[in-house]
């Protein structure tokens, strides 16, 4: 169970995240939606310590994540980065194996290999993708990397930043139903980031809507459609009137 | 008022920029030591840090000899002393510019190809996912790097010495018209081990000047394209003077001892 009570955190003046209160169950599907530039990617990089929180606890499983010996803790997760950030200098088989390759997970490198490529397939990549190198493939196909990376030692908590974004509608619905999978098949917990109402429908346990640093509306996402605040009927309908300004 | 508040405050803020760069080389000291490591990551750098810089350090080394055997022939013939050509020569590559001008020729190619790299690698949150992957940055990417340049550093310098000296050597024989066994009898008699070694610590501290630097400032690269530019001038900047500032300070300590 992943606890944010309260977390602030600034870039200079800028405050971006006002007190978030966030909870995710263990094995949920949460999905942040929300404007661009309201903080969705930072709220998930607090979690795993990546950009520290200002103030406010963040606890997973009841104990704080500032505190926790950090190896083990990050062995837990797997983290899809909204630009992909694969290490350009290494193949694409030894992206998805990064984990696989060197630490306490290590194992042999044919082994290895091989569950990259399984991984690969999983995200509809085909195995000769596998010894190219990142910068010969497409955005899309970046991302799916990036993805296959992030679920290749079955991670226990799963982070998507806009898993679908620059991909075609049928690849985004094979990615839809894998993330899908991986939290009922697997029992993850999963938080992923989308703009994409589809996803959204396809994905989640439950949804929450950030804007202006805080969580705006949390529930479960068949009460969506019928959510009667103005913010979020704005944004999942994507209608340019409303409260929120177009201009951030 | 004005111009006191600016000097005051760059005076500060280079005095924050030598703490900061102090707690990230005994960060990187420490994480030496400690388990894991990534031998493999350690010999690419190796390969590419110490290998690749050769031809570099290499031609530097043949044309400053060459150049210095005929600046101290012209200058000893004023006092009629050309024959110390050979030993100053040879004392002036191994103890002095060898390892300063080797250093800062590294500087150029290698602090700023591990700033770009690093600092690539930071704005396109290749850090961040390290971090996620269990693997410490400091760990992966400065102890290979850092390592690797601190201990190829003397064996380049070694090789530049020898180059260096041979640069001397092809001149003073072919154009200064020394005797060719002279020239060799006169730099071995005259060398002493002290100054060998003395120049081959310089290029270890060098080495890790080099590989520090390049680090840091990729590390905290700014974002965006300009940030890594920006990043990548600083590292080949400060390496070169942190070269000639130790530099200054080891030949004191080699002189007093
Ligand atoms: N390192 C940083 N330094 C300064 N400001 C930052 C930094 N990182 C993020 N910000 C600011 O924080 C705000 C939130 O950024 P974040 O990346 O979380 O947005 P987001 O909600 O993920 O948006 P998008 O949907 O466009 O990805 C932005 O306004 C951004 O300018
Ligand atoms: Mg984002």
Redesign the pocket.
Known sequence: MIEMTDVHKA??S?Q?LRGVNLTVQSGESMVII??????????I?CILGL?HPDSGQILLDGKNVEDEERDAFLAKFGMLF?GGALFDSLSVWQNVAFRLLRGSLKRPKDEAREIAIEKLRRVGLTPEVADQFPAELSGGMQKRVGLARAIAADPEVIFF??PTTGLDPIMAGVINDLIREIVVEMGATAIT?T?DMTSVRAIADKVAM?HGGKIRWMGPVAELDGCSDPYVDQFIHGKAEGPIAAVR | MNILAGIGRSFLGILSLIGRITIFASLAISHLVRPPFYPREFLVQLGYIGFLSLPVVGLTALFTGGALALQIYSGGARFNAETVVPSIVAIGIVRELGPVLGGLMVAGRVAASIAAEIGTMKVTEQIDALTTLSTHPMKYLTVPRVLAATLSMPVLVAIGDIIGIMGGYLVGVTRLDFNAAAYMTNTLDFLEVSDVISGLAKAAVFGFIVATMGCYHGMNSG?GAQGVGRATTSAVVSASILILASNYILTEVFFSA
């Open positions: 870039f200079g800028k971006v929300g404007g661009s530039g309201t903080g969705k990617s930072i709220t990089k950009v909204q930043d806009e980031i703009h950030l | 974002r």
